[in-house]
T-cell receptor, first 113, second 114 residues
Framework: DPKIIQKPKYLVAVTGSEKILICEQYLGHNAMYWYRQSAKKPLEFMFSYSYQKLMDNQTASSRFQPQSSKKNHLDLQITALKPDDSATYFCASSQDGWGAGQYFGPGTRLTVL | GEQVEQLPSILRVQEGSSASINCTYE??????FPWYKQEPGENPKLIID?????ERKQTQGLIVLLDKKAKRFSLHITDTQPGDSAMYFCAASGDNNAGAKLTFGGGTRLTVRP
């Protein structure tokens, strides 16, 4: 059984629309992360949460908003989508928040037309 | 912030030989260095990691070396097999805060020829 679930696996959106990427982990981890991977930037950190609190934010744009409704959930809301947002978005989690032992989910591949 | 450089970007080796990938980092406070393997269409998978209190770690045909003075770490795959063909990413993390991010290198595409 997959321990980190990301939904949907594939997502196509039109420019200017809004989408929510879902992530749930069943590893019992306390920290969760979002990373983005595209042809331009292989693996890029976006956000980290520990015990549902935002710890670090490396995204320059407020169009990207993480949402944590439960300790094992960290969704990513993206508004006013642009073609440049096209990428695979990976959710990850670790036991503690020290960055160690981060395990990645299967990813959501987003295409913005 | 941290910057991680990874070389080579492309590596082709013959089955049974060794493959080596090198990474350098800038932040001397970095203290955790994982390696990930990513196959096409898949997620990155953690294959081995090393903390700054170690110089060498070995597991299942993988060896990681860390030289803190030179701010350099490397992955060595011994007796490579075609199944080792994939993208490999090194990363560094050093903030002693909860939710510490990983800063990744640019990746190495390894091809093992039969």
């Amino acid at each position: 059984d997959p321990k980190i679930i990301q939904k949907p696996k594939y997502l196509v959106a039109v420019t200017g629309s809004e989408k929510i990427l879902i992530c749930e982990q069943y590893l019992g981890h306390n920290a969760m992360y979002w990373y983005r991977q595209s042809a331009k930037k292989p693996l890029e950190f976006m956000f980290s949460y520990s015990y549902q609190k935002l710890m670090d934010n490396q995204t320059a744009s407020s169009r990207f908003q993480p949402q944590s409704s439960k300790k094992n959930h960290l969704d990513l809301q993206i508004t006013a989508l642009k073609p440049d947002d096209s990428a695979t978005y990976f959710c990850a989690s670790s036991q503690d928040g020290w960055g160690a032992g981060q395990y990645f989910g299967p990813g959501t591949r987003l295409t913005v037309l | 912030g941290e910057q991680v450089e990874q070389l080579p970007s492309i590596l082709r080796v013959q089955e049974g030989s060794s493959a080596s990938i090198n990474c350098t980092y800038e932040n001397s406070a970095s203290n955790y260095f994982p390696w990930y393997k990513q196959e096409p269409g898949e997620n990155p998978k953690l294959i081995i990691d090393i903390r700054s209190n170690m110089e060498r770690k070995q597991t299942q045909g993988l060896i990681v070396l860390l030289d803190k003075k030179a701010k350099r770490f490397s992955l060595h795959i011994t007796d490579t097999q075609p199944g080792d063909s994939a993208m490999y990413f090194c990363a560094a993390s050093g903030d002693n805060n909860a939710g510490a991010k990983l800063t990744f290198g640019g990746g190495t595409r390894l091809t093992v020829r039969p």
